[in-house]
């Protein structure tokens, strides 16, 4: 049986830049007890000396040329999209 | 039988219809089963526009694309104008896409129409179409029951022939358990055969674009528009998407014993026996075959997948586009839009993701699960050499009734135990509507074929195709 601590969820939580409630943590924290359970079968899985997989299509290193391509949208179209902008600029709140 | 792709496109060269009247046709049926909740938003002028635009080239005589005049429905986490790019999600609510997906490009170039965006589990989290956040959408068949999921709407509206095909994705079985639930083909091709570019990427080492349509032809000529390299989607294939008429006349297909056991509901055991048995009399050799490493592909799958997820979602931030909350801090303001942006599935897989990354945690599971999969992959190639098209059912369920798998993640895991698979090895599979149970609910046979193999597998379920109608 996995054991999640809530605090260990909330570390989780904060890692994943999530703001969760605490009802949201403690229902968290249950899930991913189950489901960490039920992953934990792999372990059954005798792995030794086998290579990882990470991608399937055996491409590696695919180059283009070092060229600006058009692109259908522009600097204002994008900024549009921006729920707070001002001259020309994405806004965010004080880093510091 | 309904009309094919190809033969409505001729209806309308030959003007015995018009584009305008086949756009406004699928418009005025979207609107007339809105009750299923299928559809997210319509790209109603646009799609008219478009519509005007086919007509006036073809009185003009100009030389017509192969999908000229052809309504399509695309899953909302596809980017397109004319309609908000969603993602069944809040955070993405407003989004007006500044761009479109290769894949609408590629079909639009042709001629075809994206009237509409269909209903999705936000981002592509889930098996039932119930993670939206806009509610859930209906089976086709029975509105008491799920529509499946992920790509739940666009299964719905092509059973309910609004339009004669739809776009999905299939991340883990988002194309092909929709489609079984509802009674149509659902095909994911393989792995890096169609452009992801304009897609919202879930898992990006098993996203796939893939299609919905009533007929086996019509899979292939969708299928094959949207296969090719794209230079801004650098995991694509060079095209390989030939016709399939070389089809080997008898083919060797293995049935996957450890996908046939009692946990399988006896009626999609049976539909599933029954379909074998159609392709013994059409004189193909089918063969038990063993695959034990099968059982760990769900494990395998769950922390692969929120792995990437993690990773993937972090792109939403409330910073460029999307929505923002209200907030005095950066951190306040990221950790907020994304708590109010995301449902909870969507936190689930992202919390699962970052365990599994965790230092401590990585190679115990993600590095772990990474070499399960190479030992599924080698599996497949294995069975490969003796057979050309592996066979399973595509869920061990029909479609369920709404709210029954959702207090569980795990349980709702347990309905993709068979559309994970080929996933994983990044293979093509197609869902095939192979009868129904004993309440009418359609049940779905899965083939499988190998890597690049799509061609020879459109090419059996279109030989197929009489045999169950």
């Known amino acids: 049986m996995s054991n999640v601590s809530t605090n260990s969820v909330r570390q989780l939580a904060t890692l994943s830049a999530l703001e969760l409630d605490e009802s949201e943590l403690q229902l968290l924290t249950r899930d991913l007890e189950k489901i960490l359970d039920y992953v934990q079968e792999l372990d059954q899985l005798d792995t030794t000396g086998v290579a990882p997989t990470y991608q ?24 549009e999209l921006a729920p707070h902008s001002q001259a020309m600029q994405v806004k965010v709140p004080k880093v510091l | 039988m309904r009309q094919s792709i190809a033969d409505l496109v001729l209806a309308i060269q030959s003007k015995q219809v018009s584009a305008r009247q086949t756009v406004e046709m699928a418009l005025a049926k979207a609107k007339t089963i809105s009750d299923y909740h299928a559809l997210l938003s319509l790209s109603e002028e646009r799609a008219l526009q478009r519509a005007d635009q086919i007509d006036a080239q073809l009185a003009s005589g100009q030389t017509l694309g192969r999908l000229s005049g052809v309504p399509f429905v695309v899953k909302d986490n ?12 809040r955070i993405l609510e407003n989004f007006n896409a500044p761009l479109q997906a290769t894949a609408i490009e590629k079909l639009e170039a042709e001629g075809a129409i994206c009237i509409g965006k269909a209903n999705l589990d936000a981002f592509g989290h889930g098996g039932s179409t119930e993670n939206s956040a806009f509610g859930p959408t209906k089976n086709a068949h029975d509105k008491t029951r799920v529509a499946g999921g992920s790509s739940g709407g666009s299964a719905v509206v092509t059973a309910l022939d609004v339009v004669p095909f739809a776009l999905g994705t299939d991340t883990g079985g988002s194309i092909r358990q929709p489609a079984s639930f509802n009674g149509v083909y659902g095909m994911k091709p393989s792995y890096g055969a169609v452009s992801r570019f304009g897609v919202i990427s879930m898992a990006s080492s098993t996203d796939t674009v893939g299609c919905f349509a009533t007929q086996a032809s019509d899979v292939e000529l969708v299928m094959s528009i949207m296969a090719g390299r794209d230079p801004r989607d650098m995991t694509t294939l060079p095209d390989f998407f030939k016709s399939s008429s070389e089809l080997k006349s008898s083919c060797k297909i293995g049935v996957i014993r450890d996908t046939m056991t009692e946990d399988i509901a006896p009626d999609v055991r049976q539909a599933t026996l029954d379909y074998i048995e159609k392709l013994r009399q059409a004189g193909h050799d089918v063969q038990e075959v063993d695959m034990p490493i099968i059982k760990y592909a769900l494990a395998t799958y769950y922390v692969v997948v929120p792995a990437e997820i993690s990773s993937n979602l972090a792109r939403y931030d409330g910073i460029r586009y999307g929505q923002a909350a209200e907030a005095d801090s950066l951190v306040e303001l990221y950790g907020r839009s994304r708590d109010q942006g995301f449902v909870m599935e969507n936190k689930r897989r992202i919390m699962i993701g970052s365990y599994v990354l965790s230092s401590g945690y990585f190679d115990a599971y993600y590095q772990k699960a990474q070499k399960a999969r190479t030992l599924l992959i080698q599996a497949y190639d294995t069975l490969f050499e003796s057979c050309d098209i592996l066979l399973s059912p595509v869920s061990p369920t029909t479609a369920f009734e709404f709210e029954s798998n959702v207090s569980d993640p795990v349980k709702m895991y347990l309905a993709d135990i068979m559309t994970v698979p080929p996933s994983l090895a990044g293979l093509p599979a197609i869902s095939v509507p192979a009868g129904q149970d004993k309440d009418g609910l359609p049940v779905g046979v899965q083939l499988i074929a190998k890597y690049q193999a799509d061609n020879q597998l459109l090419g059996l379920v279109k030989q197929m195709e009489p045999a169950h109608v």
């Not at chain 2, 596809?78 to 999600?89: I, K, N, Q, W, Y």
């Open chain 2, 78 to 89: 596809f980017l397109a104008f004319g309609a908000p790019t969603t993602a069944a999600t």
């Open chain 1, 56 to 79: 399937v299509t055996g491409l590696s290193n695919v180059w283009r040329q070092d060229k600006v391509e058009e692109s259908s949208a522009d600097a204002a179209t994008l900024l």
